[in-house]
């Protein structure tokens, strides 16, 4: 069983649609988060839920919006899509918000491409 | 705050060559350390970490990283590089408050033959 899983792993949209991730971990942690990759490999916080609870806002752009249902889940929504969006986007989950362990366990990403 | 520094944008070794991946911190306090591996098209693995304690830490795959606080370095290394080793490395450093880590913008491995 994979242990964080995202989908689509592809995503290709244009200009100003709506689209969301999904991100689900059965690994029983209490931290989940978004990161975006960019085409340099640079890798950036988005977001972080503990517990349900968002914990982390790493200023991004209000047209982001995160949704938790519950510990397992972690969603991101994208509204108004913009050419700078396209990104590989990560979830990763951690037990009690990296204090125990700090082991960081991530999806394979969602290739998102803004045309 | 906190920062790492991975000064190499991308390094080649031949196989069965040495590796040493360069990383630096900025941290006032005792810093938690990581070192992950992403392969192509995949998310990121862990393979190792340091917390406290002995300055040598072995992680997966063979590699091993050495913490010494004097040089705000926290090095990647591994005695003998396969070709399967190619990848991106990233070094990492935990926050503060323990729910952020922050990566640095990571090393391309080449290996050649």
């Known amino acids: 069983d994979t242990a964080v899983s995202q989908t689509p792993k592809y995503l290709v949209t244009q200009m100003g649609n709506d689209k969301s991730i999904k991100c689900e971990q059965n690994?029983?942690?209490?931290?989940m988060y978004w990161y975006k990759q960019d085409s340099k490999k640079f890798l950036k916080i988005m977001f972080s839920?503990?517990?349900?609870?968002?914990?982390i806002n790493e200023t991004v752009p209000n047209r982001f919006s995160p949704k938790s249902p519950d510990k397992a889940h972690l969603n991101l929504h994208i509204n108004s899509l913009e050419l700078g969006d396209s990104a590989v986007y990560f979830c990763a989950s951690c037990p009690v918000g990296g204090q125990v362990t700090g082991e960081l366990f991530f999806g394979e990403g969602s290739r998102l491409t803004v045309l | 705050a906190q920062s790492v520094t991975q000064p190499d944008i991308h390094i080649t070794v031949s196989e069965g060559a040495s590796l040493e991946l360069r990383c630096n911190y900025s941290?006032?306090?005792?810093?938690?350390l990581f070192w992950y591996v992403q392969s192509p098209g995949q998310g990121l693995q862990l393979l190792l970490k340091?917390?406290?304690?002995?300055?040598l830490v072995q992680g997966i795959k063979g590699f091993e990283a050495e913490f010494k606080r004097s040089q705000s370095s926290f090095n990647l290394r591994k005695p003998s590089v396969h070709w399967s080793d190619a990848a991106e490395y990233f070094c990492a450093i935990l926050n503060t408050g323990g729910f952020k880590t922050i990566f640095g913008a990571g090393t391309r491995l080449f290996v050649k033959a």
């Open positions: 941290y006032g306090a005792t810093p938690y």
């Open positions: 839920y503990n517990n349900k609870e968002l914990i």
């Open positions: 690994l029983g942690h209490d931290t």
């Open positions: 340091y917390f406290s304690g002995d300055t």
